[in-house]
């Protein structure tokens, strides 16, 4: 569409800078942040952490983009309660709920060589932020994000 191109065209986009998008349901949003981490993958060799808000929306997303991604050596690391995974270095990509995205970057903050090999986090379904139970959660992740960008 469109409004894609307008987007990953916008000033700084590619090359890193933040981004919101808003678009209506099955418009495309997912194929654009797709292409900015791929775009940090394999161009600068930094990694990517996709941040959604249910559990069943993460096993949809691993398994799509293993089986898009995978035959070409992308590492695809799913990290929610029931998952088991967990970030390594062998990792290229973690898709993880809102909570666990919240702790992952607390460790890496601690951690801070994994953090720098992070070149784009993803947060789907971003009107959660005015969430009562779960929307302080998002504004910690952007807060850490934009803190460990700093560094």
Request: aromatic letters at 6%.
């Amino acid at each position: 569409y469109e409004w894609q191109a307008e987007c990953l065209s916008g000033d700084g986009v590619i090359d890193g800078r933040s981004v919101v998008y808003v678009a209506p349901t099955s418009a495309g949003k997912s194929l654009v942040s797709e292409v900015l981490v791929l775009r940090q993958l394999l161009f600068r060799g930094r990694r990517a952490l996709i941040i959604l808000p249910y559990v069943s929306l993460c096993a949809e997303r691993v398994a799509s983009l293993r089986s898009l991604w995978g035959p070409c050596g992308v590492r695809v690391e799913a990290l929610y309660s029931t998952s088991g995974g967990y970030w390594h270095a062998g990792a290229d990509v973690a898709v993880c709920t809102i909570e666990k995205a919240s702790s992952l970057l607390n460790r890496l903050l601690e951690e801070e060589a994994l953090l720098q090999d992070i070149g784009v986090i993803v947060v789907d379904e971003l009107h959660l932020i005015g969430d009562e139970h779960r929307g302080y959660l998002i504004e910690l992740i952007l807060v850490k994000a934009r803190l460990a960008a700093a560094l």
